[in-house]
């Protein structure tokens, strides 16, 4: 098998930046890496995952339950996973970056639950994409972690410059608000590796910190896992 890293946080978190760092700074080092992104937006497989994500299914996150939704996002994965990276995950030389995978529905789907059940739906979500499904579980999971505040503010001036409408989950502050209580959560219990992306200003304000040192972080924690030869800072 592979290795494969997962990269997670909330919506203007910089998954995307770090995932093209990891796959340069790992290609400098002539190692075979290929990069995914969840969902695969251009593929038929995440034709639920796009209809619930614009909408069409409810105006609010949980007119979707938990279950259903997780299921529309794993079978974009599972459906992409047969005809696009299998033999890529199950190559010993490759290195695979998934920006969001199985953690993103821990983050976005748990707020949909009462806390005592959260425990059982990660038991269920686990199971059910790498046991049920057969999808490669993650060797680490790097928890990028931005306080909802910034997220909010990271999301309108994305918005603002691309002129992309936000979907139902970039839409509703509340929702924001618990996920990142979720992920915070998740990450403590599932053992992700999490990096804390902002720091405070004079102010009290949360501002980013620069990708640089972020990716720099990102790089240490992978070296940390001794998951790639050879690799680290």
């Known amino acids: ?80 996973y047969r005809l696009d990276w299998h033999a890529d995950a199950e190559d010993p030389e490759t290195v695979i970056v998934a920006n969001r995978y199985t953690t993103a529905n821990a983050i976005h789907q748990l707020t949909k639950l009462p806390r ?3 425990d059982d739906f990660l038991l269920w979500l686990y199971d059910f994409e790498y046991k049920k499904l057969g999808l490669p579980e993650p060797d680490i999971v790097i ?3 931005v306080p909802p505040e910034a997220t909010l503010s990271l999301i309108k001036t994305r918005s603002d410059e691309t002129g992309i409408s936000r979907d139902i989950h970039e839409s509703d502050a509340a929702y924001i608000k618990a996920c990142h209580a979720a992920a915070v959560y998740a990450a403590d219990r599932l053992g992700w590796h ?24 990102v790089e240490r924690a992978i070296a940390g896992r001794h998951i790639i030869s050879g690799f680290g800072p």
């Open 1 to 80: 098998m592979g290795k494969l890293i997962a990269i997670d946080g909330l919506d203007g978190s910089g998954k995307k930046t770090q995932s093209d760092i990891l796959c340069h700074r790992i290609g400098e080092r002539g190692i075979r890496v290929r990069e995914l992104s969840f969902p695969v937006y251009e593929s038929e497989s995440s034709a639920l995952a796009r209809l619930y994500l614009s909408g069409g299914l409810g105006g609010k996150p949980d007119d979707t339950n938990a279950y259903a939704a997780s299921m529309f996002f794993a079978a974009d994965r599972y459906v992409t």
């Open 116 to 118: 005592e059940m959260w």
């Open 143 to 145: 928890f990028l972690e």
């Open 194 to 217: 999490t990096i804390k992306c902002c720091r405070t200003n004079i102010d009290g304000q949360p501002v980013m910190r620069s990708r640089d040192d972020i990716a720099a972080d």
